[in-house]
């Protein structure tokens, strides 16, 4: 049987008796329309290794099995085996279903040292530390392109004075360069959340930031958000304060929502000295 032989994916899951899993944040995209488009915005094809996190029934996985491209494909719920295993079959090896939390896995050892894409329609309870392991870790993607909550996608590409932006701004757009390039309504799912969804689009910068700055922003940007009302000479007290703004050439009366990427990647290096 080859991909274009397999039945819809409401047939399978049917057929199977398999209803999403509240417990692992589940809500499946079975129109491959939106799946295919997903697939062209991750830009993969033939001969491209993409990971993909909580495949659950395949519906993304076959959108991306049809580019061309190997998928490595991790799954915590065992209930979804067998049918990736049949969507394994007729894809003559091109892909790999691994069974475990992805927060665990070792992701360049899952692309076989090796480049590689990470494309997901991320499980909502586990989206957020997923990512932060993702920009903070070892391995560096080619590409993510990950669907989250509507407001965590905002909150990964918004701009200072932007109500979403944050922490998770400024880490991401330290690592990567990051936009939302695709939204979707709660009803594109099954069974639909209650919350609407968007697809964020990020890829490394090259050169990669040292390791030390990324730690650095996270320690800057925990304290400054922490109390975001609170004047930088407040909020980073303990780091050092108006002295630490003053090396970093950062007003100490702003606020932190006022603060460009550039602006806590200074105060990242004052702090490193």
């Given at each position: 049987?080859?991909?274009?032989d397999?039945p819809?994916?409401?047939e399978?899951?049917?057929?199977?008796g398999?209803?999403?899993?509240?417990?692992?944040?589940?809500?499946?995209?079975?129109?491959?329309?939106?799946?295919?488009?997903?697939?062209?915005?991750?830009?993969?094809g033939e001969?491209?290794?993409?990971?993909?996190?909580?495949?659950?029934?395949?519906g993304?996985?076959?959108?991306?099995l049809?580019?061309g491209?190997?998928?490595?494909a991790?799954?915590?719920?065992?209930?979804?085996?067998?049918?990736?295993?049949?969507?394994a079959?007729?894809?003559?090896?091109?892909?790999?279903?691994?069974?475990?939390?992805?927060?665990?896995?070792?992701?360049?050892?899952?692309?076989?040292?090796?480049p590689?894409?990470?494309?997901?329609?991320?499980?909502?309870?586990?989206?957020?530390?997923?990512?932060?392991?993702?920009?903070?870790?070892?391995?560096?993607?080619?590409?993510?392109?990950?669907?989250?909550?509507?407001?965590?996608?905002?909150r990964?590409?918004a701009?200072?004075?932007?109500?979403a932006?944050?922490?998770?701004?400024?880490?991401?757009?330290?690592?990567?360069?990051?936009r939302?390039?695709?939204?979707?309504?709660?009803?594109?799912?099954?069974?639909?959340?209650k919350?609407?969804?968007?697809?964020a689009?990020?890829?490394?910068?090259?050169?990669?930031?040292?390791?030390?700055?990324?730690s650095?922003v996270?320690?800057?940007?925990?304290?400054?958000?922490?109390?975001?009302?609170?004047?930088?000479?407040?909020s980073?007290?303990?780091?050092?304060?108006?002295?630490l703004?003053?090396?970093?050439?950062?007003d100490?009366d702003?606020?932190?929502?006022?603060?460009?990427?550039?602006?806590?990647?200074a105060?990242?290096?004052?702090?490193?000295?």
């Amino acid at each position: 049987m080859s991909l274009a032989d397999l039945p819809p994916l409401r047939e399978v899951l049917a057929e199977h008796g398999l209803l999403a899993n509240k417990s692992f944040g589940q809500h499946f995209l079975l129109d491959l329309n939106i799946t295919r488009k997903i697939a062209r915005l991750a830009e993969v094809g033939e001969g491209d290794t993409v990971i993909e996190v909580g495949p659950g029934p395949g519906g993304l996985t076959r959108a991306l099995l049809e580019t061309g491209a190997r998928v490595v494909a991790v799954e915590m719920d065992r209930r979804f085996l067998p049918l990736l295993g049949d969507l394994a079959e007729a894809a003559d090896g091109r892909l790999t279903v691994v069974q475990g939390d992805a927060m665990k896995a070792d992701m360049a050892a899952l692309a076989d040292g090796g480049p590689a894409h990470m494309v997901s329609n991320l499980p909502y309870n586990v989206g957020t530390p997923l990512l932060v392991n993702w920009l903070t870790g070892p391995f560096r993607p080619t590409s993510m392109t990950l669907m989250f909550q509507k407001e965590v996608a905002d909150r990964i590409a918004a701009t200072p004075d932007d109500d979403a932006y944050g922490r998770l701004a400024v880490l991401s757009q330290t690592v990567c360069t990051a936009r939302v390039v695709m939204d979707l309504p709660a009803r594109a799912f099954t069974p639909p959340p209650k919350v609407a969804s968007a697809v964020a689009r990020l890829v490394p910068l090259s050169p990669a930031p040292d390791a030390a700055l990324v730690s650095a922003v996270e320690k800057v940007t925990a304290a400054a958000f922490g109390q975001r009302r609170k004047m930088l000479r407040s909020s980073l007290k303990a780091l050092g304060g108006g002295a630490l703004c003053e090396r970093a050439g950062i007003d100490p009366d702003a606020r932190a929502e006022t603060i460009d990427v550039a602006g806590f990647q200074a105060l990242a290096r004052a702090l490193m000295g």
